[in-house]
Every structure is written in structure tokens, then in C-alpha cells.
């Protein structure tokens, strides 16, 4: 198993203000915002259309993720604070799936084809990211023997 943590999400209420306030906490910078338009489910297979907006910190090996709160969806903010998630990488993302389910860990959000959020030990929640998925923004992310380990492709950057 290479499971490697690389990032935590934040649900925040107000994304410019949340920004503002962890950057000033921890001396971060961020890639910019982008909006992700996808249909999510929750644990009980109900469907949401969200257009999330979230951004991630910018330089490594660890990330913070920072999106606009969605109230009464999976990507609100949760009861306990800010802290919504850790997200590791893991090389096959449909074994890792399984193995989540067989240590009795339900997914608490997915989407279609490899997004997926299990509710771990003590209600922590965890996001398995595919290796085998390129995703240019987060490019610098990537364990640095990943094919696509390199500088980022940020928005208004040719790819």
C-alpha cells in the first residue's frame, strides 16, 4: 500500500474570508479559485448538482483545500468546525474503494468515475485520490515518481 496524505479540506462558510484567514494562520498562498460543476451523492445515494468553488494552496508537499461551504449537501461545512476531510493518494483507486468497505468505512460523498469520501474511524472522513488520474491544477501535488508529478497548470496557463 503507498497511501500518502496530501491534502486536508476545509468547508468554509465564506471562501474569500476562510482564505484570508488560514493563509494568514499558516503563511499560504493560493492557486486560484476554480468552480467544479459536478453531481454528487451522499451516503443514502441522493443526488446533489453543486457547483463547487474551491481552491488549493499553492507549493508543497502538502496542500490545503479550501472550498465555499454548500449547505444541506455533503460539502457543507460540518457541525465540529471547518475541517471536512483528509485526502491521500493511493495507485488503484477501485482496490482502494473496496478496502474501504471492507474496514466498514461508507462513502459519505462520491461522484462518478473516482470521486469518493468514506466516513473513517471516529467520523473522520477520507478521500482516496487516483494516481492513475491526471489533474494539471494539482500537478506539484503529485509523489515526485508520478507521471504527472511537474509544475502545476493553473487557469489562463496553456496546459
Given at each position: 500500500?503507498?497511501?500518502?496524505?496530501?491534502?486536508?479540506?476545509?468547508?468554509?462558510?465564506?471562501?474569500?474570508?476562510?482564505?484570508?484567514?488560514?493563509?494568514?494562520?499558516?503563511?499560504?498562498?493560493?492557486?486560484?479559485?476554480?468552480?467544479?460543476?459536478?453531481?454528487?451523492?451522499?451516503?443514502q445515494?441522493?443526488?446533489?448538482?453543486?457547483?463547487?468553488?474551491?481552491?488549493f494552496?499553492?507549493?508543497?508537499?502538502?496542500?490545503?483545500?479550501?472550498?465555499?461551504?454548500?449547505?444541506?449537501?455533503?460539502?457543507?461545512?460540518?457541525?465540529?468546525?471547518?475541517?471536512?476531510?483528509?485526502?491521500?493518494?493511493?495507485?488503484?483507486?477501485?482496490?482502494?474503494?473496496?478496502?474501504?468497505g471492507?474496514?466498514?468505512?461508507?462513502p459519505?460523498?462520491?461522484?462518478?468515475?473516482?470521486?469518493?469520501?468514506?466516513?473513517?474511524?471516529?467520523?473522520?472522513?477520507?478521500?482516496?485520490?487516483d494516481?492513475?488520474?491526471?489533474?494539471?491544477?494539482l500537478?506539484?501535488?503529485?509523489?515526485?515518481?508520478?507521471?504527472?508529478?511537474?509544475?502545476?497548470?493553473?487557469?489562463?496557463?496553456?496546459?
Amino acid at each position: 500500500m503507498n497511501n500518502k496524505i496530501w491534502h486536508i479540506g476545509l468547508a468554509v462558510p465564506d471562501l474569500e474570508k476562510g482564505m484570508a484567514e488560514v493563509a494568514a494562520l499558516f503563511d499560504l498562498t493560493w492557486r486560484p479559485v476554480v468552480t467544479r460543476c459536478m453531481t454528487i451523492k451522499d451516503a443514502q445515494d441522493r443526488p446533489y448538482d453543486v457547483d463547487c468553488h474551491v481552491t488549493f494552496s499553492l507549493g508543497g508537499p502538502f496542500a490545503v483545500e479550501v472550498w465555499q461551504a454548500i449547505p444541506g449537501t455533503p460539502l457543507a461545512t460540518p457541525e465540529a468546525g471547518w475541517l471536512h476531510h483528509i485526502g491521500y493518494w493511493t495507485a488503484d483507486h477501485a482496490a482502494e474503494r473496496e478496502r474501504l468497505g471492507a474496514l466498514g468505512h461508507p462513502p459519505f460523498l462520491s461522484s462518478d468515475p473516482t470521486l469518493l469520501i468514506a466516513r473513517g474511524p471516529g467520523n473522520l472522513l477520507v478521500e482516496p485520490c487516483d494516481l492513475q488520474r491526471d489533474q494539471p491544477y494539482l500537478r506539484d501535488l503529485y509523489p515526485p515518481d508520478s507521471p504527472f508529478a511537474g509544475e502545476p497548470v493553473l487557469p489562463g496557463q496553456p496546459a
